[in-house]
Nanobody, 123 residues
Framework: QVQLVESGGGLVQPGGSLELSCVAS????????ITWFRQAPGKERGGVVC????????SYATSVKGRFTISRDKSSNTVYLRMNNLKYEDPGIYSC????????????????WGQGTQVTVSS
């Protein structure tokens, strides 16, 4: 089973950028799709962007389309989330999760979760 560790969160001004990383260990990274989730303060956790196991398919929430970019590097078992033009509505705990159902809407379909990394947007 895959294990996931996120990093790269921090404090950024509106309009700024951050790049999050999700590093996987274990022997099944190539067989899982990855979704980045965000949990904003006082809100439920929700999916932000998905990437297929081969990296050939991606899906973005409308709120981040054109600003966020997801990618994966097979050689380093890493999924990246590049976040540009960050807005006041983007903060939260960002977690990556692994699933065998691409962009699964039911969080019970995810077999592994990272611990999350905090993103704060403030001037």
């Amino acid at each position: 089973q895959v294990q996931l560790v996120e990093s790269g969160g921090g404090l950024v001004q509106p309009g700024g950028s951050l790049e999050l990383s999700c590093v996987a260990s274990g022997d099944s990274f190539d067989s899982v799709h990855i979704t980045w989730f965000r949990q904003a303060p006082g809100k439920e956790r929700g999916g932000v962007v998905c990437i297929s196991r081969d990296g050939g398919q991606t899906s973005y929430a409308t709120s981040v389309k054109g600003r966020f970019t997801i990618s994966r590097d097979k050689s380093s078992n890493t999924v990246y989330l590049r976040m540009n033009n960050l807005k006041y509505e983007d903060p939260g705990i960002y977690s990556c999760a692994a699933t065998r159902k691409y962009c699964a809407g039911d969080q019970q379909d995810y077999e592994a979760w990272g611990q999350g990394t905090q993103v704060t947007v403030s001037s």
